[in-house]
């Protein structure tokens, strides 16, 4: 899982998030007065959800890899390998063009781009970031991405215990965090800005409608603890039940539909409510709220949660350049809670194959809407939707060959050389 509370004292203040949704509420609200009593809702009647994209939008994601032996075993040393890059343990470090980070989990290490920017702009700059980070560690390990690290099981690893633990106390004591819902958990986070509450609204109620097709197309988390589960994607099956004390932060993934920004502020309040009654103040903060996707008031962006980490950050692009494309496409998806709820778990469990209609449908609007940067990966999300997601992949060739080594080092092979897995792809390194 991306803790949301790692780097705060160096990404915002202290401020509690119940404060800052107040005051941008109020700013967003202020700017757009005039746009909102003219306007509708950005949805239309009968499901059709509209365009919501600028041209042109920049974004931001962040990326999680495990550390690994040969024999991808994974190692608890992100700290030590922080240190023998700068020469004292910190949270987060500028450090080949990038940002280098911890995680919750001490055998994760996260990518960060340098700045927001394009698809092309942010898979070089992390790429080389990447391979500076090979270099850096004299190629010592293997760095894998995935869901979840398919070996795993849970006394192979820790959390950090360095600073901020506090938060992390209080998050043990709440929900136990010695679980696969926290200690094994690896995403892809794709963080898109927003201008005014109007784009804000559309982008987030239609990327909750699109949540259960981008789940399947991305689902990379087929083995637990060497063991095929019975989820392409057992992330995020482990993930929706971690905070399952007080459900209301995670709300099974799906967010409620929002009519305007001060329904996402009440959601916000509700749960800092229901953690102060649990003496857990310390948590109210705009990061606590755990569905699939969130608004990041202190970064004027909508992060998405939900997607699994790829093999390689030229997938991840692709991931990226489907969801930026059908934000700027019209849409005709579903809104109900009971259906997106129904049609999520078919992608949790059954990834493309639960789907591949649908997202054929959505592929050509996709490629019909897409900028010329984003034409150049979606390609990648066409093989996928033809056959089957990373995790159908995976499973498929684990069934066929029963070996399960050979499938894990052709994933880190991936990551080191930036080249995604096809079902016919050739081995590499």
Not at 41 to 59: F, V, Y
Not at 108 to 120: D, H, K, Q, R, T
Not at 207 to 232: D, N
Request: hydrophobic content about 35%; aromatic content about 6%.
């Amino acid at each position: 899982m991306h803790m949301p509370i790692h780097q705060t004292s160096q990404r915002t203040s202290r401020q509690t998030s119940h404060q800052i949704s107040r005051q941008t509420s109020h700013q967003i609200s202020r700017q757009t007065s005039h746009q909102t009593t003219q306007q509708t809702s950005p949805q239309a009647s009968q499901g059709i959800i509209h365009r919501t994209l600028p041209a042109g939008s920049p974004l931001g994601t962040e990326h999680e890899y495990s550390i690994n032996d040969s024999q991808f075993r994974p190692l608890a040393i992100s700290d030590r390998i922080i240190e023998r890059i700068c020469g004292r343990v910190e949270n987060e470090i500028s450090f080949g063009g990038i940002r280098l980070s911890k995680e919750l989990q001490k055998h994760v290490l996260e990518l960060i781009p340098a700045s927001p920017g394009g698809l092309i702009q942010l898979e070089e700059n992390l790429f080389r970031g990447l391979q500076e980070l090979y270099r850096a560690t004299g190629n010592e390990y293997q760095f894998l991405g995935l869901g979840m690290h398919p070996l795993l099981t849970l006394d192979q690893t820790t959390c950090w215990d360095h600073d901020e633990q506090d938060y992390y106390q209080a998050y043990d004591r709440l929900f136990d965090i010695k679980q696969h819902g926290w200690l094994n958990i690896q995403a892809l986070q794709i963080n898109i800005p927003y201008g005014n509450e109007r784009e804000l609204v559309g982008m987030f109620n239609k990327i909750r409608s699109l949540m259960p097709y981008l789940v399947a197309v991305s689902a990379s988390s087929p083995i637990v603890e060497g063991r095929l589960s019975p989820y392409m994607d057992a992330r995020l099956a482990y993930y929706r039940e971690n905070q399952s004390r007080i459900p209301l932060i995670c709300r099974g993934i799906i967010p409620e539909r929002l009519e305007g920004i001060r329904d996402y502020v009440q959601i916000n309040r509700n749960i800092y409510r229901e953690l102060k009654e649990q003496n857990a103040q310390i948590l109210c903060h705009e990061w606590v709220n755990s569905r699939g996707e969130i608004v990041r008031f202190t970064r004027r962006c909508l992060e998405i949660k939900a997607i699994d980490e790829q093999e390689c950050l030229r997938s991840d692009m692709a991931v990226c350049a489907f969801i930026m494309a059908l934000l700027r496409s019209d849409l005709e998806l579903e809104e109900d809670d009971g259906h997106l709820y129904s049609m999520l778990e078919e992608g949790i469990a059954g990834g493309v194959a639960a789907m591949r209609p649908e997202l054929e449908r959505l592929y050509v609007r996709a490629e019909r809407n897409a900028s010329r940067e984003e034409l150049i990966y979606l390609p990648l999300i066409r093989e996928r939707i033809e056959q089957g997601s990373l995790a159908e992949l995976m499973a498929q060739r684990l069934k066929e060959e029963r070996e399960i080594l050979p499938i894990f080092s052709q994933m880190a092979c991936c990551l080191k050389e930036n080249r995604p897995y096809l079902a016919e792809a050739e081995g590499c390194g």
